[in-house]
């Protein structure tokens, strides 16, 4: 019911999925209404501070980035963004020395693991909610987004692809802290290897790897030493993708995201829709008192300024 902050710092290293360069990021706890905040420092040693808020992306397809794409930036901040967000974590600065977050193993484990060594903390500062109010949605190129109202934050996700390794696979539940780190922080990013090999030659994707991706053949068939590490890993890691792109809310979404054949782009123009309706959405934030554990006191509005919750 309040806003929360990380115990302790957390450290990570690791390299840039898309860049191959190495990378070394700390998360450092916030003061309240801080909200996600990256700070970046360049070769000359000049600090750059980008919230991770939506009015700050540029939806693209291959990840999601924050900030100037041809000047102060950080990229691929999904799988960081969906563990924060999905362990409660309002206020927190992520200090890394590169344009983009180390991928780690192609998934959130590792930074669900490092949070929880911290620890999570509350604090004196009441949390804000967006609460969808009506339905919106967003189609693009035979794929479809929609939020609904739902009284709690939940995702269902589908995928369907022509291969023998996907297909058709759905993914629907309720986000908690303990079934995203259980059924979803361990899935992998994927890709087909006509399409590694293609942005190895346009000069990306040049840290990916078997050690930190989940690789398609010309045959269809996963090439992974290891296979999955659950039978439909395609639509978690779809869903955790798309945990990570809700987060840049600036609140938790008190909704239903509903997708079917979507990615990066399509989840941020899904939420820039929502949030650019203000008769779809309103700010709620938790009432002071103690919530009967039986009978759950409702969220209650509260008064939000036009441009709502980008300014949490």
Not at 187 to 214: C, I, P, Y
Not at 267 to 290: C, F, K, M
């Amino acid at each position: 019911m309040f806003q929360q902050t990380i115990g302790s710092r957390v450290y990570f290293e690791g390299i840039g999925v898309h860049s191959g360069l190495p990378v070394q990021l700390t998360l450092l706890p916030a003061e309240v209404n801080t909200g996600i905040v990256f700070h970046l420092c360049d070769k000359q040693g000049y600090l750059h501070e980008i919230k991770a808020l939506t009015g700050n992306a540029a939806p693209m397809d291959l990840a999601t980035v924050v900030g100037d794409p041809r000047g102060a930036h950080v990229a691929t901040i999904e799988h960081l963004m969906a563990a924060l967000y999905a362990m409660g974590v309002d206020n927190v600065v992520v200090q890394l020395d590169a344009h983009e977050t180390p991928i780690m193993d192609g998934c959130a484990a590792a930074f669900i693991k490092g949070i929880r060594e911290a620890d999570v903390v509350g604090q004196s500062a009441r949390a804000r909610y967006v609460r969808v109010l009506k339905p919106v949605s967003v189609e693009m190129n035979g794929a479809r987004a929609e939020y609904l109202p739902h009284n709690g934050t939940r995702f269902e996700i589908e995928i369907d692809f022509a291969t023998p390794a996907i297909g058709r696979q759905v993914y629907k539940a309720d986000l908690t802290a303990e079934r995203f780190a259980r059924d979803l922080s361990r899935a992998r990013t994927f890709g087909f290897m006509k399409d590694v090999e293609r942005l190895w030659a346009a000069g990306s994707a040049l840290g990916s790897s078997l050690d930190n991706s989940v690789v398609i053949g010309d045959d269809g068939r996963v090439i992974n030493p290891d296979g999955l590490r659950y039978d439909d890993e395609f639509v978690r890691h779809k869903a955790l993708d798309a945990v990570g792109d809700q987060a840049l809310a600036g609140a938790r979404v008190l909704g239903c995201y509903r997708s079917y054949r979507g990615g990066h782009k399509l989840n941020g123009l899904a939420l820039q829709a929502l949030l650019a309706d203000r008769r779809a959405y309103e700010i709620v934030e938790a009432p002071s008192r103690r919530v009967d554990p039986v009978r759950h006191a409702p969220l209650v509005a509260v008064a939000a300024p036009a441009y709502g919750p980008q300014t949490l």
